[in-house]
């Protein structure tokens, strides 16, 4: 029985990729290798323009329902290899080489809708009332979105997606959902799912999403994307929390990291709103206003995970991850702590 298949991908957009997909009517089996014009998506020249979509995550449609599916695919060039825009085979190379340390990674995804030039409940002029009540509220003077974002979890659950939790943010319109705990591939692929479950829905209200690090100038929270991570050592050893830690602070990997964590960091990491400046690393417990996070519980247990609070909102999971998992896992493995 034919059935619809939803293909997904990430486009060349700069400096912020774009989610694209179109439908392909599937007669039987898996859903195939398939191809688009890349010189509509940043991708290629229109002298050359076929670019190759290659699936790599299946999962239920939860909005056609039925047997549809969504397909989450790579873009190859037409030769096989990985495109230029296509940062996921980066990131399965890194995966594979430091498996054994069987990194976890949990994102948090902050976002904010937008009606629109404005975000949803900011006032036609002016602005409404200072942060404060905002953060986990209730009610309609304080809480805007929340019929979206229900339908959003409905739907990434019904997809099967490790969606752990959602929660007003701190600015009005502003909301967050949290992907995993899942290894890096798998926390990425199911978080640019999750992002395409969240455009589609808010289409349906007529509001839009943005992933802007500060979707609203002057005193008002940014948007992040907080990341997780542990490896199998950082779970049983509070030396290697603190050698991870120290490892994303040595040399020039601070802004190596920073420059990769999404577009407009210097706008969002500022020292305010409770984060660190872009272009200092500082670690510490249960402080939200450094780069690196280590919770209390973490201190209070021995043993855990980290919470990297510098990248954004727009950032690339698939680069974020990466960049996690190497550093990390690279100075582990240099002091034994596999």
């Known amino acids: 029985m034919s059935y619809r298949a939803e293909y997904i991908w990430i486009d060349g957009t700069s400096p912020t990729a774009k989610l ?48 549809d599916v969504l397909v989450l695919c790579e873009v190859l060039n037409t030769d096989g290899t990985a495109h230029v825009s296509n940062t996921r085979a980066a990131l399965g190379a890194v995966a594979q080489q430091f498996a054994q340390h069987r ?23 002016g602005f409404p009332a200072p942060q404060g009540g ?29 969606i752990s939790g959602i929660n007003a943010e701190v600015m009005p319109g502003q909301w967050e959902f949290q992907v995993g705990p899942l290894s890096p591939l798998e926390v990425s692929d199911q978080l640019w799912i999750a992002r395409w479950l969240l455009y589609r829905t808010a289409e349906e209200f007529g509001v839009s999403v943005t992933l802007d ?8 929270n940014g948007a992040g994307a907080h990341t997780n991570f542990s490896t199998e050592a950082m779970r049983t050893s509070y030396a290697a929390i603190t050698a991870a830690c120290e490892a994303l ?46 919770p ?12 990297d609070r510098r990248p954004n909102a727009n950032v690339d999971p698939y680069v974020v991850t990466r960049l996690i998992v190497d550093t990390c896992c690279t100075s582990l493995k240099k002091e034994g702590l596999v």
């Open 20 to 67: 694209r997909s179109k439908t392909r009517i599937v007669s039987a089996g898996a859903p195939p290798t398939w191809g688009f014009d890349g010189s509509s998506t940043n991708q290629a020249e229109g002298h050359a323009s076929d670019r190759v979509l290659e699936p790599v995550f299946t999962c239920p449609d939860p909005i056609r329902g039925g047997d």
């Open 103 to 125: 990194s976890l990674f949990g994102i948090e995804q902050e976002y904010t809708f937008f009606d629109g030039a404005r975000p949803l409940g900011f006032p036609e002029s």
């Open 296 to 307: 209390w519980q973490v201190e209070k247990d021995g043993k855990g995970y980290i919470e």
């Open 134 to 162: 905002y953060y986990c509220g209730v009610g309609a003077d304080e809480i805007f979105g929340r019929e979206i974002v229900e339908k959003h979890l409905d739907r990434c659950l019904a997809a099967g997606l490790e």
């Open 249 to 294: 602070g040595e040399g020039s990997k601070p802004l190596d990291h920073v420059k990769n964590y999404g577009a407009g960091i210097d706008e969002r990491l500022t020292g305010l709103h409770e984060t660190a400046p872009w272009d200092e690393y500082t670690y510490g417990v249960s402080d939200r206003g450094a780069s690196v996070r280590i």
């Open 213 to 220: 690090p500060k979707p609203v100038k002057g005193d008002w």
